[in-house]
């Protein structure tokens, strides 16, 4: 008899049941396990609230944890992005996969670049992080914000209601949106949300080592070092998904190196700070990211990142 598939939990949107077939065909292929998806309805995907009013992070992620508490599912894929930081009790992150393109893509009307686009035009994003960021480089611009999925975002530009908006190119590559993606955001201009582009495996801790543990086939070493350090940056200034840090490291020539911005909403103060280390054969490569992090994230306090952080939580969305 063949074994019973397993249950991978996934939100609705086309995003999330893309990103979550893409992992289960690949965890087939590398282990043999046949895996079935569960529609799992989250409040972060049917609430009218604006993301920054909501209160708490992981909006997108409660309802799939309380699935793996509750035995419904066997496993969950997550955009890693939308997870906060602080271990869920119970849980363990089984793998982290591969990263996508990690960059902020912008899709604009009449194929605009980001520097051609005309003084005052409207840009949607409902991310502090990307406002900050795009402020800080086109003070010029006003700023929209929006919610809903990416197709609902892309809309609001073909219908002329906005200029522009700006998306995660991985996402819109998830979603068969790439040709509506008119420039490219490099992380000289923009730093991506920590983990933007890596999907992470989540499941009961209790199962990881046992009956689940043929899951770390999908597990990447490099992504996973590497968005170890973005988060840790994230988790030290005490920060959520919805604050205005970006930060983002790559694994090049034995090295992890890691850059990170807080950046004030108005896009008038930031504290930019970058850090390497040597990846080492003795030593694990989670640890020295997350000793990275760390430290850079204590550098940028330094500076005064954690008031522009709290500054920008405590004031109006
Ligand atoms: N917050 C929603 C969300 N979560 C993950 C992605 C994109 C895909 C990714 O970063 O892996 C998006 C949409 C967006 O930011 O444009």
Same mark, same amino acid.
């Given at each position: 008899?063949?074994?019973?598939?397993?249950?991978?939990?996934?939100?609705?949107?086309?995003?999330?049941?893309?990103?979550?077939?893409?992992?289960? /065909?690949?965890?087939?292929?590398?282990?043999?396990?046949? *895996?079935?998806?569960?529609?799992?309805?989250?409040?972060?995907?049917?609430?009218?609230?604006?993301?920054?009013?909501?209160?708490?992070?992981?909006?997108?992620?409660?309802?799939?944890?309380?699935?793996?508490? $509750?035995?419904?599912? =066997?496993?969950?894929?997550?955009?890693?992005?939308?997870?906060?930081?602080?271990? !869920?009790?119970?849980?363990?992150?089984?793998?982290?996969?591969?990263?996508?393109?990690?960059?902020?893509? @912008?899709?604009?009307? /009449? %194929?605009?670049? #980001?520097?051609? @686009?005309?003084?005052?035009?409207?840009?949607?994003? %409902?991310? &502090?992080?990307?406002?900050?960021?795009?402020?800080?480089?086109?003070? =010029? @611009?006003? #700023?929209? &914000?929006?919610?809903?999925?990416?197709?609902?975002?892309?809309?609001?530009?073909?219908?002329?209601?906005?200029?522009?908006?700006?998306?995660?190119?991985?996402?819109?590559?998830?979603?068969?949106?790439?040709?509506?993606?008119?420039?490219?955001?490099?992380?000289?201009?923009?730093?991506?949300?920590? $983990?933007?582009?890596?999907?992470?495996?989540?499941?009961?801790?209790?199962?990881?080592?046992?009956?689940?543990?043929?899951?770390?086939?999908?597990?990447?070493?490099?992504?996973?070092?590497? *968005?170890?350090?973005?988060?840790?940056?994230?988790?030290?200034?005490?920060?959520?998904?919805?604050? &205005?840090?970006?930060?983002?490291?790559?694994?090049? /020539?034995?090295?992890?190196?890691?850059?990170?911005?807080?950046?004030?909403?108005?896009?008038?103060? !930031?504290?930019?700070?970058?850090?390497?280390?040597?990846?080492?054969?003795?030593?694990?490569?989670?640890?020295?990211?997350?000793?990275?992090?760390?430290?850079?994230?204590?550098?940028?306090?330094?500076?005064?990142? =954690?008031?522009?952080?709290?500054?920008?939580?405590?004031?109006?969305?």
């Amino acid at each position: 008899m063949a074994p019973a598939p397993a249950r991978l939990g996934t939100r609705r949107s086309t995003m999330a049941t893309t990103q979550s077939r893409q992992v289960a /065909d690949t965890i087939t292929a590398r282990t043999g396990v046949p *895996v079935e998806l569960e529609l799992i309805t989250s409040y972060g995907d049917i609430t009218r609230a604006h993301l920054t009013q909501l209160g708490g992070t992981g909006v997108f992620v409660n309802n799939l944890r309380d699935e793996l508490l $509750g035995g419904g599912i =066997d496993f969950a894929v997550h955009s890693l992005k939308d997870l906060p930081t602080a271990p !869920a009790a119970g849980l363990t992150l089984i793998a982290v996969t591969e990263r996508d393109d990690p960059r902020d893509a @912008l899709c604009a009307r /009449d %194929g605009r670049k #980001f520097s051609d @686009l005309p003084a005052g035009a409207t840009v949607g994003t %409902g991310s &502090p992080r990307r406002v900050a960021q795009l402020a800080a480089l086109r003070p =010029d @611009l006003s #700023f929209v &914000p929006i919610r809903g999925n990416a197709e609902t975002r892309l809309g609001k530009v073909t219908s002329g209601e906005l200029d522009a908006v700006v998306l995660a190119y991985a996402g819109l590559a998830r979603v068969g949106r790439l040709d509506d993606v008119t420039d490219v955001f490099e992380a000289e201009q923009v730093l991506p949300a920590p $983990g933007q582009g890596a999907l992470a495996v989540e499941c009961l801790a209790a199962r990881a080592a046992a009956d689940l543990a043929y899951l770390t086939a999908v597990d990447h070493g490099p992504t996973r070092a590497a *968005v170890t350090a973005e988060r840790v940056v994230l988790a030290e200034l005490e920060a959520g998904c919805a604050a &205005p840090v970006g930060a983002y490291a790559e694994c090049h /020539d034995g090295r992890l190196r890691l850059r990170a911005a807080v950046v004030a909403p108005d896009g008038t103060r !930031a504290v930019r700070r970058e850090r390497s280390a040597a990846l080492t054969q003795d030593t694990d490569p989670v640890d020295t990211a997350a000793s990275l992090g760390r430290e850079l994230a204590r550098e940028m306090i330094g500076e005064g990142a =954690d008031r522009i952080v709290a500054d920008a939580a405590g004031g109006a969305a």
